[in-house]
């Protein structure tokens, strides 16, 4: 493509340049992404886009030669040229870490002139007021766009300076705000920013031609630095808008003051809290801003590192602060200034302070209940005391009324060899079976002495039936049991129920042959069955079998079994179909037994 005598080589190369700055400026918007949680990164995101926009339209110049085509697409770059400067100073103040620029009410006004220069140039009969008169200049190496501005453009122009210069003017704070460890990114990005301003100051000046001013190497070169800022020198991973996110945002007091103690910075936290003006605190002596807080300046002129604590009241109110002092210091070791973080402790205190006091009364309950122990061991010692005095006097009045009821049982015996009178023979008995009945309720009356004497204990439920076995005579009965991992936690006396059941199917089964004893399981807690083929238990008895003195014989043995086993929580009913045979039900609940001694349930 030619215009008059120009050769399109510089075209086409121009053209790939701008392209090769648009591939640049894209790779830095796809990294861009990855940045989270930064409030200077949509901007940058949008500016990015913006430069992008500008760099392709550039790049199409070349590719036409038609002046209409040149004009559109001078009107689609201004999008860009009308925003950028905007977004430019977004972006630096986002960065630098002032207060969020979202949410200040002018906002909004600094896109009115970019806004309008859009209109103006897309509104048929308006555009004059921004642009007129085009033309091509074909003086230079590539052919440009000329054209005259109109009174808006003017507008525009200085708009843009403006935003540029302060962009650059906050670029320059954020420099010396840095630490050394980010000032090589931050001049990368400074000594880009300066050549792309200067380039557009002289084109604005006059200093040079528009030709020359639409040359890609200063854009170019803007872009390279600005990638060295980015990716080698991670110029945009810390932020000084940390100031912004923390300082600001944090409920802690944050005081700077320097060595010769003027206060150099204070966050809304601190200027709230002591109710300061900013302004005009920054600046000031601490004797000028504290003047009505004399024991806070006291704290103040106290060494370093220490933690201390202050007492701020507000009205009725009392808030409690613990003080950080720490010094800043120089690469030398000079102290620059200190820094102080005051931390809200005043719930903490009263937390302690609630502590103490509870702490305080638990003392007194512990005092207490160690005075109601002691006298109640006092008493327990006294209980047991008297209690095995009234063992041995049961014991030695059981064993005095024993021998004085044999003495009787033997002379009545004597007598009865004698006696030939039916109606004697018949009182004789009378008084015989009385003093066993007696002898009876002395037997029971010493095995139920000894219910709850001693401490529970686990009983192994298999042994115990061979224990019993032994001890009667099962020969003719055939007993089934398959329990031997079986335990319960009872009485020592438990041994009794056991004997007590054999006992009954022997005595009163009629025609017992067979002995069944098994454990059925039902979640935690399970049950101990005994069952036999006797002729069971009739219905208007299974309840009352277990009365004190119901029973053919004594009545004492099924009452018995019950109270052994009510000492662990333990239950016996009968549940035997009449002529069937008597089925006893030991009802055990969750933790009181066990099997293998690896299941093993809690006592509750």
Known sequence: MVFGSQPDFFLITFSLIYLIITAILSLILIWSRNVRN???????????VLFIIATVILSLFSFTNSLDTWILLEKIGYFSYAYASVFFFIVTWQYIGYKDIWR????????????????????????????????????????????????????????NVIFMFGSLVLLVISFYSHTDTRKKGIQYLLA??????????????????????NLPFPLLLFSILMSIAIFLYNALDFLPMARNLVLEQISDLFLIISVDNRVIDINPSMAQAFDLNHRSSIGAHISEVFSNYPDFISILSESDGNVSFFSLKKGELALIYSIKKSTISDKE??????????????????????????????????????????????VEGALHLTMKKLTLLNSMTRHDIRNQLRTILGFLYFDKKELTDPEQIRRNQMENNACLSILNHIEFAQLYQDVGKYEPIWNSVSEIIEKVIGQLNLSEIKIIHDISDFELFADPL?????????????????????????????SDSCSLMYCDNGVGIQEDEKEVIFNHGYGKN???????????????????KETGEPGKGSRFEIEIPAGFWRINFSTQHNIS
């Not at 930064?38 to 990015?48: K, R, Y």
């Not at 880009?192 to 030709?211: D, E, H, R, S």
């Not at 004492?556 to 239950?571: V, Y």
Request: net charge negative.
């Open 494 to 522: 438990f041994e009794k129920v056991l004997y007590t059941c054999f006992d009954n199917s022997i005595k009163h089964g009629e025609r017992v042959t067979e002995i069944k004893i098994w454990v059925d399981t039902h």
């Open 38 to 48: 930064n409030p200077a990164i949509l901007p940058f995101q949008i500016l990015l």
């Open 554 to 572: 004594t009545g004492i043995g099924l009452f018995l079994a019950k109270e052994i086993l009510a000492i662990t929580k333990l239950t016996i």
């Open 104 to 159: 200040c009410k002018l906002t909004p006004l600094m896109f009115i002139v970019p806004s309008i220069t859009i209109l103006l140039l897309w509104m048929p009969g308006y555009q004059s007021l921004m642009m007129s008169d085009f033309y091509f200049d074909t003086s230079g190496i590539v052919p440009t766009l000329v054209y005259q501005y109109g009174i808006w453009g003017y507008v525009h122009t200085i708009n």
């Open 333 to 378: 070791g000079n102290a620059l200034g200190n820094v102080l973080i005051l931390h809200d402790i005043t719930e903490l205190e009263h937390a302690l302070d609630m502590l103490e006091k509870s702490n305080t009364e638990l003392q007194l309950i512990n005092t207490k209940l160690q005075d109601e122990i002691t006298e109640r061991k006092k």
């Open 192 to 213: 880009g920013f300066i050549i792309f301003c200067i380039w557009n100051m002289l084109y604005t000046a006059g200093f040079i031609p528009l030709w020359v001013f």
